[in-house]
């Protein structure tokens, strides 16, 4: 029998697999939180955008959301990383690197500019430095920007070049991304005046919103015909990928607080309890105005409400993320439902999957809110500014708010003039709008595939409408991509 035990494996003593500071608890948490996250991505929203739009775009749809988790992890680990998280460059940025050495990833992690200093100099919040590996923390925080990009996506989704979609996702996560999640959670200047985003309500969800309808404006509609008809392939499928969305939140907010601790377990709790009550309140309004309860809306509900109590998962009281519920229930639902058909300028711009309301409308919404309920001794635990509280709670409540607001107007104003720049670079190199061919054919002319071996594009089959209809379907050109028609 072996009598030597690989360093992983050996206890009692401090070795290089196993050092004096690593927890492993609140490691094996991290990892698992970061493929909670990661799982929403990829196959969530995957299947979630592949099975919501009509079946000539579903192959593209997927496809843009798996590019980009992988075009996303590349940037990140050969740069993108330190400039969020690293050493600091300028007050809203970090100083761009690779995360990539053995040296680099297997010391303790730390967040370097994390410590927050009194007036007077004296340490008020000493540095993060959780009790796992750097690696952890990259790969963590990898996912979290990956799903940004991806739920960008859904603005544009059914008319992007995706060409010029693989050329969008490295420049806007390296200008746009990084200064958000730099500013707010690395140590930049939000950060230390006490901006609340326990888990990405601005950094995520707020600039994947505006960047979304910016880049929307700027690529076009789709056609007439699809913006008049879109109806979802696979509702079945759509649901399967929402389900994916809200389970993997639980690593999505329990992570955040970078430790298995009692503030995880609170985000988790209070973010199943928003997801719940926003769906009911958005399924609710449905039966009362439309006399149907829309098994769409109740997934658009069950975002807004993923989405709102992001900023303050783990500061909010339950009862509060009730009642954040139900405004991300009803006030993302009023401004599609009513504001967006009265708003010229929401009417002119095709968001695909209305992510401005879903996502940028709940995630202000949520980190107003957030201002208003985060509770004193929940803030303790978790924010580098002390005695941090809501307005509810008196005191420096009232700046609070303001430091809300202004976070967000940050994040507003820096996404609509980078993802500008962006789109409008992109368009000097190549179309950023797919040719009229391409809009009118669907998924076998941009990539030679498609979805499935099935006829219509979600209507119902009418022989008087449609004419006769065999399994002996003819296709107008062979298919070239992988999925080959038999």
């Known amino acids: 029998m072996a009598t030597v035990v690989p360093l992983a494996y050996q206890n009692g003593s401090s070795t290089s697999a196993v050092p004096d500071w690593l927890n492993k608890g609140d490691n094996a948490w991290q990892m698992i939180s970061a493929t909670l996250v990661g799982l929403q991505s990829v ?6 955008y592949g099975s919501i739009v009509k079946k000539k775009w579903a192959v593209n749809s997927a496809f843009m959301a798996l590019y980009a988790f992988a075009a996303v992890v590349i940037c990140w680990v050969a740069w993108a990383y330190k400039m969020s998280f690293g050493h600091e460059l300028l007050p809203f940025w970090g100083r761009a690197g690779p995360a990539l050495g053995q040296k680099f990833l297997i010391e303790q992690a730390v967040l370097p500019e994390s410590t927050q200093y009194y007036k007077s ?4 919040t000493a540095m993060v430095a959780p009790f796992y590996p750097m690696a952890s923390m990259v790969w963590f925080q990898c996912v979290f920007a990956a799903i940004t990009l991806i739920l960008l996506a859904g603005s544009v989704l059914g008319r992007m070049n995706i ?3 693989m050329l969008f996702v490295p420049l806007w996560l390296t200008f746009s991304y ?21 888990s990405g309500g601005y950094v995520i969800h ?5 960047a979304g309808f910016t880049a929307a404006y700027w690529v076009g509609p789709r056609s007439t015909h699809d913006r008049e008809r879109f109806p979802p392939n696979n509702v079945l499928l759509m649901l399967a990928g929402a389900g994916l969305l809200w389970m993997g939140w639980a690593g999505f907010n ?18 199943n309890i928003c997801a719940a009550t926003s769906l009911l309140v958005w399924t609710c309004l449905d039966v009362i105005f439309f006399k149907k309860p829309s098994v769409i809306g109740a997934v658009q509900g069950m975002i807004t409400g993923l989405v ?14 009730i009642i954040m519920g139900i405004l991300s229930g009803s006030v993302p639902w009023f401004t599609m439902m009513v504001v967006h058909k009265r708003w010229t300028l929401l009417q002119k711009v095709d968001d695909t999957l209305g992510v401005f309301h879903t996502h940028a409308v709940a995630g202000l919404l949520g980190g107003v809110l957030t201002g208003l309920f985060a509770e004193p001794e929940l803030c303790a635990i978790f924010l580098p500014v002390t005695n941090s509280r809501g307005g509810i709670y008196g005191g420096s409540g009232g700046v609070q708010v303001l430091k809300q607001i202004v976070g967000a107007g940050f994040i507003i104003g820096w996404n609509l003039v980078v993802t500008s ?14 040719s009229e061919e391409e809009l009118k054919v669907g998924d076998d002319a941009v990539h030679g595939e498609e979805a499935y071996a099935l006829w219509g594009d979600g209507e119902k089959y009418d022989l008087t409408k449609h004419g006769f209809y065999s399994d002996d379907t003819v296709h107008h050109k062979i298919s070239i991509g992988a999925t080959q028609v038999v």
């Open 121 to 124: 100099g004296a340490v008020e």
């Open 206 to 210: 707020l600039s994947s919103g505006i």
């Open 254 to 271: 329990g992570g955040d607080p970078y430790s298995a601790n009692i503030d995880s377990s609170m985000a988790v709790l209070n973010t």
């Open 421 to 434: 720049i962006v789109c409008v670079i992109i368009g000097l190199v190549i179309p950023l709008r797919m």
């Open 178 to 198: 990084t200064v958000g999640a730099f500013s707010l959670w690395g140590g930049g200047f939000l950060f230390h005046w006490g901006v609340i985003d326990y």
């Open 308 to 321: 709102c109590i992001t900023p303050g998962a783990g500061v909010v009281q339950g009862w509060a993320a």
């Open 43 to 48: 196959p969530g929203l995957v299947i979630l």
């Open 163 to 165: 060409k010029a979609w």
